[in-house]
């Protein structure tokens, strides 16, 4: 069963950047599907943005165009480059693969 741990979260000015990065331990890596979430203090968890086994992105309207996806399968990681964040951005910030493995979580905090 593979397993993922989130990292690179931290406090960050608007208009800022963070990458952040999303490590699998197990085999296989390479025939799942990631995807990001996030949670804001009161708020339900949202999608973000994920990732298809074959490289494919899709992203949730209000990050487009500022965030950018992408995968390394010999390293087995996924990373979320996030530009230009805003405050509402805020929120811990999981991966989980299609096969229902979820990370512990990052936050980040875009204030001034």
């Known amino acids: 069963q593979v397993q993922v741990v989130e990292s690179g979260g931290g406090l960050v000015q608007p208009g800022g950047s963070l990458r952040l990065s999303c490590a699998a331990s197990g085999s296989m890596f390479s025939i799942y599907g990631i995807d990001w979430y996030r949670q804001a203090p009161g708020r339900q968890r949202e999608w973000v943005a994920g990732i298809t086994s074959g490289g494919m992105t899709n992203y949730r309207d209000s990050v487009k165009g500022r965030f950018a996806i992408s995968r390394d399968n010999v390293k087995n990681t996924v990373y979320l480059q996030m530009n230009s964040l805003k405050p509402e951005d805020t929120a811990v910030y999981y991966c989980?693969?299609?096969?229902?493995?979820w990370g512990q979580g990052t936050q980040v905090t875009v204030s001034s």
């Open positions: 989980a693969t299609d096969s229902g493995a």
